[in-house]
């Protein structure tokens, strides 16, 4: 049986809407993917983060999550510090409506290919998240999910067709990214109760 999992990495946010302090934004932020996933079926979840973001990841997992201690907030610092796994996916912390369906999809093509990535939606630069059969091969680029594109992993790539790019979703990195949320769509409820001024 594969064996996956899924990893919010809780890097670092640049960004917090008027009003609000920032380290409560990233721990809302944190705290509703952390609750979408685990909601997820046929994988084990965790969280990673950089040993002076140790607090974040306590104040928002699960009794038993695993957390994982990486020495920078990359993807390919988590995949390194996996065991046990044949499948990884690695996702941004600040997309707190992202579907469940959407990180599946993620998944789904390591079936044929070693590598996915999944774009930040419309015209933002970044990725939503990575996914990689483990070991991740040699050849893929260190990665940054604030920067790096689906072309910058395909450059890498020694065969046409190594890396599926799935669907994108949108990360809450600034006003217009606010302005996109659906306030009919379930979950982000940590982030909804800290954008309507109620308690968390």
């Not at 380290?23 to 952390?34: C, F, H, I, P, S």
């Not at 044949?86 to 789904?108: E, F, H, S």
């Not at 990360?171 to 949320?181: E, N």
């Amino acid at each position: 049986m594969v064996r996956r999992v899924v990893v919010a990495l809780l890097g670092p946010v640049s960004w917090a809407p008027p009003g609000i302090e920032p380290a409560r934004w990233r721990t809302a932020l944190a705290e509703d993917v952390v609750d979408l996933l685990a909601t997820l079926n046929e994988v084990e979840t965790a969280v990673a983060v950089t040993p002076a973001d140790r607090w974040l990841a306590d104040a928002v997992v699960w009794p038993g999550t695993a957390v994982y201690e990486v020495p920078d907030a990359t993807p390919n610092a988590v995949f390194a510090a996996l065991a046990g796994y044949d499948q990884a996916a690695v996702v941004a912390a600040d997309a707190p409506d992202v579907p469940g369906l959407t990180l599946g999809k993620l998944l789904r093509p390591l079936s044929s290919r070693p590598v996915a990535v999944a774009p930040v939606e419309g015209s933002a630069s970044g990725l939503l998240g990575v996914a990689a059969r483990l070991p991740a091969p040699e050849w893929l680029p260190p990665l940054d999910l604030d920067v790096s594109a689906p072309a910058e992993v395909r450059a890498a790539v020694p065969r046409p067709g190594d890396v599926a790019v799935t669907a994108g979703w949108r990360r809450l990195r600034g006003p217009a990214d606010l302005g996109a949320l659906d306030p009919a769509f379930e979950g982000w409820d940590a982030t909804r109760a800290l954008l309507s001024g109620r308690p968390a």
